[in-house]
């Protein structure tokens, strides 16, 4: 049975659950959700992927392993990046330097958005219900970015937990994923 609850209750739930892993436990679940990334899906050269780098202090997932896969299918690699209060998608290479921004993000120096379509956005999430609606730090970054005119394919969350409760208030303005990848499961929506 699903239950319902605000965004507000499950950020402070699902960050405390995070927040109890070690770095180790961490990296051990982000292999897993690597693994099942790539039982799921088939990407290939010259494909667009929007990735998060971590927020290592938010025990968030580490996506180093899928940039150094992607870099090794030469599959084209995005990163976000606020700018002027939007987040663009930038892309970036082996050899690109990187700033951190006020938030504590690292994000690329460059500021070349990508101008037309990106194949997969893998988006970081605290939760994400069984209906794709999900939970971030609320800043409202990703749904902006999902609304905005970049044609995306794939909208593809990381998470680390397997959707149980609702999320009993969802606006209008909030976008679904198209799917969530766990540890152990691909959720379609």
Known sequence: MNYSLTKKEIRTIYKEKRMALSQDEVNFLSEKIFNQFVLQF??????????????KKFNEINTQIFIDYF?????RVFVPKI????????????????????WGIKEPI????VNDELDYVLTPLLY???F???VGYGKG?????????????????????????DIADVYGSDIALDGLITPTDYFKF
């Open 132 to 134: 794709g609606n999900r």
């Open 42 to 55: 088939n990407v290939i050269e010259n494909q667009k992927v929007n990735l998060f780098l971590p927020i």
């Open 110 to 113: 460059s500021n070349i958005d």
């Open 71 to 75: 870099f090794d299918k030469k599959v």
């Open 141 to 165: 970054f990703y749904d902006s970015f999902f609304a905005g005119d970049l044609k995306i394919h794939n909208k593809i969350g990381l998470g680390l937990f397997n959707p149980k409760e």
């Open 83 to 102: 700018q002027h209060k939007k987040m663009i998608s930038v892309e970036i290479f082996p050899d690109s330097e990187f700033e951190i921004n006020d």
């Open 128 to 130: 994400c219900d069984r």
